[in-house]
């Protein structure tokens, strides 16, 4: 399916960075499988959070600082 498709970024600007947040404890895409779409998107920085799929209701406040990091980094 999609999620272990490898892609193509062409027409992406090159410079601009890429970031996965890899949720741990997700039992709808593990870790592993994140291991995985990360490989087919030809790599990004990760960063880990100790969260399920649905970071953005149950850690949103560590997601949010997470987000701005990597909006600062950029």
Sequence with gaps: ?????????????????????????????????ADTMI?????ATVVDLEAGHRAFDTHPGQLASIIDRIACTG
């Design 1 to 33: 399916g999609p999620l272990l498709a490898e892609f193509s970024w062409a027409g992406f600007p090159s410079e601009v960075p890429r970031f996965f947040v890899r949720c741990l404890k997700d039992k709808v895409i593990p870790p592993d499988l």
């Design 39 to 43: 490989a087919n998107m030809g790599g």
